[in-house]
């Protein structure tokens, strides 16, 4: 093992399909010398655990996987949650939000005090709301929580595009911007193949209204169709997450589409970001013509609204709770009626 890899640990909450998806591109590209699995399913915990160290003895790759507690994550240098529901078909991302905010509070709860150099990563949905919640739950810096956000969808884009182009997809600068949502967007005018605009790049007449949206369509929907006949969408992003994890601990320094926090948007969406050892190390400002500014500036808020609506709710419930202990005080001074 080199160097780099020792005294390396990723923790993963949630040993479901991403989760063990995830630790199975770890142990099959090694980086780190020890990930940690969280999960209270412990049958499960101890089962993935197993059979993901059965995977790593026959090229003594280094790379050992364990069952470990939050308060043994919360010492890794990058805790990935993927701990959560996942959408049923026909379910939109956004209605785990209640379920997966109440697994992160508990996560980010026990795992108290987190490593300061750690770095959280968002994989659990609805990524860009959990994202914003996360920096506020784990006291970690702003740079240092990030969500996997649009890389995924991303990617998708530069597979559909160059099978219509016919080139590899590496060779394609294409991003998905915003939401890992029904929101996201796609930022059509910054796309190259090689160096040449999408629109010259394509047969002439290609580039069209309904090529766009046709593309936009199949980018959006491309998580539903995988879930309406698997039930999850797992090789995809555990894919991406690995190699997120690999631009942290390397200090890679790749330009990616990763969702964080936007100061001046007051929201986590994706936007493109240099990602290295310290989180996102900063942003990477990317020209947007007009059209893709009001996609952005609706697709921010549309997710401030949500939060909005979750941070209404806690306020209501810290009222009323203040409300009934304050009676209870009373009623215990015998000053009550
Ligand atoms: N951001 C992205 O691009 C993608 C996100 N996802 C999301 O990832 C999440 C996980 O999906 P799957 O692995 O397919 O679900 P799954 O149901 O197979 O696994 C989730 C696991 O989380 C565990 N869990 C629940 N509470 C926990 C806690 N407090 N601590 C640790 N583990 C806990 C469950 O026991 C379960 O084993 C979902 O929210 C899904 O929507 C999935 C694919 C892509
Ligand atoms: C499930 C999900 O978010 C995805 O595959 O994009």
């Known amino acids: 093992m080199d160097e780099q890899k020792l005294n390396r ?49 026959r090229g003594n790759n280094g790379t050992r996987v364990r069952a470990g507690t939050p308060r043994d994550a919360a010492q890794a240098d990058i805790i990935v949650i993927t701990a ?34 750690a770095i959280a990563l968002l994989v659990a949905n609805p990524v860009d709301i959990l994202t914003y919640f996360a920096r506020k739950l784990s006291g970690l810096p702003e740079s240092q929580v990030l969500g996997t956000g ?34 996201q967007f796609i930022a059509w005018s910054s796309i190259t193949i090689g160096t040449t605009p999408l629109e010259q790049a394509l047969p002439e007449g290609h580039f069209t209204p309904n090529f766009k949206q046709e593309i936009a369509e199949h980018t959006r ?8 006949s698997k ?74 609204g949500v939060i909005d609506g979750v941070e209404m709710e806690l306020k209501a419930k810290v009222e009323l709770q203040s409300a009934l202990e304050k009676e209870t005080v009373r009623g215990g001074d015998g000053s009550g009626s």
């Open 9 to 57: 640990t990723i923790a993963i909450f949630g040993c479901g399909e991403v989760g063990a998806t995830l630790a199975y591109t770890l142990v099959l590209n090694p980086i780190c010398n020890e990930v940690i699995l969280v999960d209270p399913k412990t049958d499960l915990l101890e089962a993935q655990v197993r059979d993901l160290n059965d995977a790593t003895f």
């Open 84 to 117: 959560g529901a996942k959408q049923k078909p026909g379910e939109s991302r956004l209605s785990l939000l209640s379920r997966n905010l109440n697994i992160l509070r508990t996560i980010f709860s026990a795992m108290q005090p987190i490593n300061p150099h």
């Open 150 to 183: 649009t890389t995924l969808d991303s990617a998708r884009l530069r597979g559909v595009l160059a099978q219509r182009a016919e080139v590899a997809p590496n060779s394609i600068d294409a991003y998905v911007l915003g939401e890992h949502g029904d929101s």
């Open 221 to 228: 929907g491309a998580a539903a169709a995988i879930i309406a």
């Open 231 to 304: 039930g999850c969408t797992a090789y995809g992003i555990g894919n991406i997450a690995a190699s997120i994890c690999k631009y942290i601990l390397y200090d890679v320094r790749c330009v990616r589409p990763l969702s964080y926090y936007q100061p001046d948007l007051e929201c986590c969406l994706s936007m493109p970001a240099v990602i290295g050892r310290k989180g996102i190390v900063r942003a990477m400002p990317m020209r947007l013509d007009e059209g893709e500014r009001r996609e952005l500036e609706a697709c921010a808020g549309h997710l401030r």
